[in-house]
């Protein structure tokens, strides 16, 4: 193959994984909406590949974190309620991102005494206005006082999205956690998928995304999430494997049909698509192993005259994972410079030193503990050392002690400091070159 060649397809590789990153990033719907934006604006590819190759550092320096709401709506019953409610962010100077599910069933009423099904989140886009049938406003205004947000934007998606993607790239290889056997001929749905990596179709790939618990009413193992959880935590790993398989140079020729599937099943109010044209320079170097997922913390409980259920989100420890998350995180770079300023002023280059060796580790946390405010205390105190917490997640099971996975022969020396910093002295040896982390800790029941 000559080298023109080469170079265009590797262009158009660019060009689909800058595509296809944001559409992960949105969960699927951003990325509609900048080929959408195309479509509408006749730039081509050519104008997309141009505007990739131009990066532009001022223009960096003056781009804010976007901030979206995505929200899944179901087309196959007859009231539309969105099941899916994601807080989706992504700051082009940190190259981070983040994906906050909020739990459909979360309670927004005003009186637990008197309440109703109408006052979980998820009813409120059925809200009915003069000049519409649905109210995405109503749901992106309880999520900002949820979260303490300031959201400007939202993204309303209908499930045939999903099935349309899915058959569109021939099916989507994926692990399924559990058997799943549910029945409801009130909404024509009939889930029946068996354990294990498989092929998914469209239509699988839904089954799999809207399953919560069996028609024995079994569900998620606890470790994994129940219910609700479960289901969001598989949503968002789905979407993931989703895009990385998009992402395969196979699919390069199938970015007209993203693009009218996107077209067809995507409703929003950003109309500045020239803010949106800014971003996607910034997007090619993006990995998309790097996107933080999160759920908002709470817990289920029972109340109202109907004894219905709702999950009540927890204010303090949802106003310290927000700030984590959508504050801290969108502003650590011009944070860590402002420390390494003061760390120099104050000659403490010792302390600089360790911090910056710390901060070339980087560790996926899984808890294993069943505790989210622990879990988060042992994430603090990493943090606060200066190690890179690249991913976070659950632990299929709860363990009783915390352990440390060395997986890139990382030194002695630092093991035995986070040994000391976790009180743990749990310490197993699984080295793989292809680890995207250099250590797997899974945070145990006895830390404190």
Known sequence: MSRKNNKTKKKKHIVLKMLLFILIMMVMFIGGFVGYSTYKNGWGVKGIIQT???????????LDPFTVLIMGVSEDISVKLTDTIIVASY?????????????????????????????????????????K???????????????????????????????QLVDAIGGVEYDVPIDMDYDDSSQDLYIHLKKGYQKLNGEQAEWLVRFRHNNNGTSYPTSYGNNDLGRMRTQREFLKVVAKQMIQLKNITKIGTFIDIFKENVQTNISNWSLMK???????????????????????SSFGPYNLSYFVYNEKQTKELVNKLLTEQNYSEENNEEKE???????????????????TIKIELLNGCGDSSVFSKARNALENEGYTISKTGTSENNVSKTVIINKTSVSSEIIDTIKTLLHTENLQSKSTSTSKVDLTIIIGKDYK
């Open 91 to 131: 700051n082009p100077k940190t190259q981070r991102a983040t994906l906050l599910s909020i739990p459909r069933d979360t309670f927004v009423g005003a009186n637990k005494n008197k309440a109703t099904s109408y006052d979980k989140i998820n009813a409120l886009y059925q809200t009915k206005t003069k000049e």
């Open 133 to 163: 049938d649905t109210s995405p406003e109503k749901t992106l205004a309880a999520v900002n006082k949820i979260t303490g947000l300031n959201i400007t934007y939202y993204v309303v998606v209908s499930n045939n999205a999903l099935v």
């Open 52 to 62: 990739a190759m131009g990066q532009d550092p001022k223009k960096l320096e003056n």
């Open 341 to 359: 300023e003061d760390i120099i002023d104050n000659d403490k280059n010792t302390d600089n030193k360790t911090v910056s060796q710390n901060n």
């Open 278 to 300: 800014d971003y996607i320079p910034y997007l090619v170097d993006f990995n998309i192993d790097n996107i933080q997922t999160e759920t908002l913390p709470g817990a289920p």
